[in-house]
């Protein structure tokens, strides 16, 4: 029953994509960063309904708001970075604990924090909307969405999504084949490494690479990727990492290190 598997998921013994559609959750949550109604994704806010046809929960928050500027993306609300899987309870740890959900909701928030994107649907239902606002305040004063916190909640996730710097990247400085490459993840989202250059070719990993976020206040910890360079190329020039859902790969300079770790 929908019950029963609500429960299972609240514990931990079903994952998100087995009881709820995930890509409808998934851009709801987009949009609480987005309109800064982040404090409806708790359990006592949130209620759930049966779809029919694909026996999937559908998720309705009791009350969408209060809308407000944001100081970062939801699952970086609690510690400041996201490790994967989450540990925590709340019901965005257990949904992020599924990569499927996960994945689901990085690739909403990126194409809803896109450039033209609220502009397109502003100018499409702004008149509604602002008809349906009015009736609101009238029974509900203080649910006035302002525009420019849409505009600051889309800055912050775009910075969260393409931050300036997101790893590091090394190789022994040494003569011979390099097929290690040293990597730290300097960003608070989990990254993956999807492939890497070497004599201008991109060659593919054979299977994604996690890279967990930077600790907060503590050292920066690398991890070593043993990389398959074809024997007719050079070392390793970059390394192509991406949020996991998130659209685009981002090239990371590999640069040259006197020592390296033997693990």
């Given at each position: 029953?929908?019950?029963?598997?609500?429960?299972?998921?609240?514990?931990?013994?079903?994952?998100?994509?087995?009881?709820?559609?995930?890509?409808?959750?998934?851009?709801?949550?987009?949009?609480?960063?987005?309109?800064?109604?982040?404090?409806?994704?708790?359990?006592?806010?949130?209620?759930?309904?049966?779809?029919?046809a694909?026996?999937?929960?559908?998720?309705?928050?009791?009350e969408?708001?209060?809308?407000?500027?944001?100081?970062?993306?939801?699952?970086?609300?609690?510690?400041?970075?996201?490790?994967?899987?989450?540990?925590?309870?709340?019901?965005?740890?257990?949904?992020?604990?599924?990569?499927?959900?996960?994945?689901?909701?990085?690739?909403?928030?990126?194409?809803?924090?896109?450039?033209?994107?609220?502009?397109?649907?502003l100018?499409?239902?702004?008149?509604?909307?602002?008809?349906?606002?009015?009736i609101?305040?009238?029974?509900?004063?203080?649910?006035?969405?302002?525009?420019?916190?849409?505009?600051?909640?889309?800055?912050?996730?775009?910075?969260?999504?393409?931050?300036?710097?997101?790893?590091?990247?090394?190789?022994?400085?040494?003569?011979?084949?390099?097929?290690?490459?040293?990597i730290?993840?300097?960003?608070?989202?989990?990254?993956t490494?999807?492939?890497?250059?070497?004599?201008?070719?991109?060659?593919?990993?054979?299977?994604?690479?996690?890279?967990?976020?930077?600790?907060?206040?503590k050292?920066?910890?690398?991890?070593?990727?043993?990389?398959?360079?074809?024997?007719?190329?050079?070392?390793?020039?970059?390394?192509?990492?991406?949020?996991?859902?998130?659209?685009?790969?981002?090239?990371?300079?590999?640069r040259?290190?006197?020592?390296?770790?033997s693990?």
């Open positions: 029953t929908a019950v029963r598997a609500l429960e299972e998921f609240r514990s931990g013994r079903r994952k998100a994509s087995e009881v709820f559609d995930v890509d409808g959750l998934g851009m709801l949550l987009a949009l609480s960063d987005l309109l800064g109604a982040q404090r409806s994704m708790e359990w006592g806010d949130l209620r759930f309904m049966l779809h029919g694909s026996d999937k929960l559908i998720t309705i928050p009791l969408y708001g209060p809308f407000e500027a944001i100081g970062t993306i939801l699952p970086l609300v609690r510690n400041g970075s996201m490790h994967y899987p989450p540990t925590g309870t709340s019901f965005a740890d257990r949904l992020f604990q599924d990569p499927i959900f996960r994945n689901a909701y990085f690739g909403a928030l990126d194409s809803i924090s896109a450039p033209g994107w609220l502009e397109v649907v100018a499409r239902i702004g008149p509604e909307l602002d008809l349906q606002e009015r609101v305040a009238g029974q509900l004063p203080g649910t006035h969405l302002d525009r420019g916190i849409l505009e600051h909640d889309r800055k912050v996730i775009r910075q969260a999504l393409h931050p300036e710097h997101v790893a590091l990247a090394y190789i022994e400085d040494r003569i011979g084949p390099v097929d290690r490459v040293a730290g993840n300097v960003h608070a989202l989990p990254i490494v999807a492939a890497f250059i070497a004599n201008n070719d991109t060659i593919t990993m054979d299977r994604e690479r996690l890279i967990q976020p930077r600790d907060r206040d050292p920066l910890n690398y991890s070593i990727l043993h990389l398959t360079v074809p024997p007719d190329h050079g070392p390793p020039t970059h390394v192509l990492v991406r949020i996991p859902g998130a659209s685009g790969l981002r090239p990371v300079t590999v040259k290190w006197n020592t390296f770790p693990n």
